[in-house]
């Protein structure tokens, strides 16, 4: 049995694994794709006289636990978070319409919300992004200065005009600029800081499931 066989069978227990992991302060498809990777080089070494491959790999998913460890304890509520990435989508959507940042005075008459819950929008925003930005920035600083195959690899494997642009704009490499901030990003491809951000967590997380 291939190791991709094996991986497809034992699914539902990785699943079951992140599941024990999982809260709201970290994505769900973050610790997904940990899980995976872990799974995928627990079975590189896996020893037959070990025992039970099942067993073997939940002992392995164990290291998720650092994973957590890693972003920073800011619990947000369900409930809470869904009105935060209502407020992105709406900040993301009208940047796109507007072709330049809502202020706050906008973003409270769509979001038909106070100006003080605009505020606290704001300041939530930011702490959802810290929250798990650092497993991000971890694992993009880790590629992009140790695997040079490994982002060729990626950059080719990607079809999307937006995620190449933002990949290469991020990175410095294909002849692109290395530009530092989202802003600058987002100003050169015509997009919102938010939608950079946004492609740059799947271009994040394809390094690390191609890992």
Known sequence: MTHDEIMKQYDPLIKAE???YYNAHIPKIVLETEAKIIARKALESYDPERGNVGAYLKQS???????VNQASPVYIPERRLGMLNTYEKTWDEMYDKLKREPSDVEMADKLSVSMGDIRK???ETKRKLIS???IQEDSLIRNMHDD???INFTFNKITDKEEKDVMGYSLGVHGYENLK???EIADKIGVSPTKV???KDKIILKLR???
């Open 18 to 20: 992140v599941g024990k």
């Open 61 to 67: 998913l164990m290291k998720l636990n650092r994973v």
């Open 121 to 123: 929008l704001n300041q």
């Open 132 to 134: 798990y930005g650092s």
């Open 148 to 150: 040079e195959a490994l």
């Open 181 to 183: 901030t989202d802003q």
């Open 197 to 199: 951000r946004n492609i």
């Open 209 to 211: 499931e191609y890992e």
